[in-house]
């Protein structure tokens, strides 16, 4: 499965922004798909996942309400949908694809590229 992120940029504190995450090859293998970010000099954290075939999603407490995350199936495409964006969201932002369903960077066996998310206060 090849991963390829998009829709990084500066923003300001209380703006939006939409990332997405095409996906191609052995799709089939991506059970549940997942966006993830890391801060320079911190660990990579879960953001949110979605179950592929079920839809069912899940959210970090801290992003909770303002972030959606959605699927276009026809474009093999997942998305992040980040309202109310506060400087601490500022990181790079990852997606990843997963053969179960987690929140632990571990069970992820596939990884695009990231792409920045600046918010500004």
């Known amino acids: 499965v090849q991963l390829q992120a998009s829709g990084g940029g500066l923003v300001q504190a209380g703006g939006s922004l939409r990332l997405s995450c095409a996906a191609s090859?052995?799709?089939?293998?991506?059970?549940?798909m997942g966006w993830f970010r890391q801060d320079p000099g911190k660990e990579r954290e879960f953001v949110a996942s979605?179950?592929?075939?079920?839809?069912?999603?899940y959210y970090a407490d801290s992003v909770k309400g303002r972030f959606t995350i959605s699927r276009d199936n026809a474009k093999n495409t997942m998305y992040l949908q980040m309202n109310s964006l506060k400087p601490e969201d500022t990181a790079v932002y990852y997606c990843?694809?997963?053969?179960?369903?987690?929140?632990?960077?571990?069970?992820?066996?596939?990884w695009g590229q990231g792409t920045l998310v600046t918010v500004s206060s």
């Open positions: 990843a694809a997963s053969t179960v369903s987690s929140r632990y960077t571990g069970d992820y066996d596939y």
């Open positions: 090859g052995r799709t089939s293998r991506a059970y549940t």
């Open positions: 979605m179950i592929w075939s079920t839809r069912s999603t």
